[in-house]
């Protein structure tokens, strides 16, 4: 590790920078590991809890490094500092690759994990000079599937929920490039501008990830696509148009629902006085989701109100009116031409439909 012992603007800026990541480290690592202990329901595959433990991993990473490049410059002490904290970063990687691995569909058999677990063990026993090459393979496979993760999610998720992940994307690729410049390798090849430049860019990108992440609702709502039961959608005379149904569930006749639910949105629109109707109603374990349109108004009964479903809900109504707007308008109470919207269920909602 690069050791700074002389007075200079340079250790200072270093140090500064290495202390900002150390606390807002923490301060992330606290805030996510409260959300996820207040949450009504705490799962050991919530990502909270696995972005709780990288933080914390970054934070004892860093001060670790902290210890090594400025205080304890010699050995054993900066020997000890240094696999201290490459031995921290390991396990947090290994927690964070675990919690994605139980979150993610894919046959992966715990095989990333187990690949920075090997590391880790490596890490324990290796020499110094081996320490960054092993600490930058345990990255490339947490980021291997931290690719998985993201492309999974972003083609899964929509409105606000796509934008903070996108937003998380650019604040890793950031933060990461940023971990590689400040390496021992770019310290002593190309130079201290490029290592600190290196430095800010992990700042910045973990600043850009931790305020994505807890601004985020796709934190409490991964598992939206468990939550649909099913979706209607019903004209502004009160017949179905569209319905479908996403798990099996006790056979009701779905146009009698249908009416039953374009009443009670017509009488909360008469009761508030209101032309926009409800957006959410809550009955039992069950929540209504509402998105009106001129013509017709969808509907989706789910077992939580995620925003994330509320969004899909209304997307779904802006392309159905879009795609079958004149025959809605013009209905006359032929509703085969409706079932098209097939496709755009499966598309929008991405999951299997119950026959």
Known sequence: MPVFTNPTLIRDVVLVLHSAVVLYSILFSATFISQWYRGALR???DVRLAWSVFMAGMACNSFSFIMSDFY??????????????YLMMMIALLGFSFALEKILPYRTRH????????VAVITVLAPREFLTALA??????????LVLFFTFFVRNTSGVVKGSLRMIVV??????????????????????PIYLFGAFCLVAGLLIMGVAVLGSPALDELDWNEQMLELYVIHSSGILLYHEKFIPTVDLDENLTAAGLAGVQELFKE??????GLNRLSVGEFDILFAQRNDFTTVLVASSPYRVLLDKVRDFSDQFELLFGV??????GEVTQFKQADRLTKRLFSTTIAT
Do not use: H
Request: charged residues 15%; hydrophobic residues 50%; without cysteine.
């Open 43 to 45: 799962k050991i595959n």
């Open 72 to 85: 304890f410059t010699a050995d054993p002490g900066a020997l000890l500092w240094i696999k201290t904290g």
């Open 111 to 118: 095989g990333f994990t187990v690949a920075v677990a090997i």
């Open 136 to 145: 930058l393979s345990a990255s490339l496979v947490v980021f291997g599937i």
């Open 171 to 192: 604040g890793f690729v950031i933060g990461f490039v940023g971990y590689l410049l400040r390496s021992d390798f770019i310290y002593y090849e190309l130079g201290e």
């Open 271 to 276: 009761i508030t006085q209101s032309k926009a």
């Open 327 to 332: 025959e809605a308008k013009t209905f006359s």
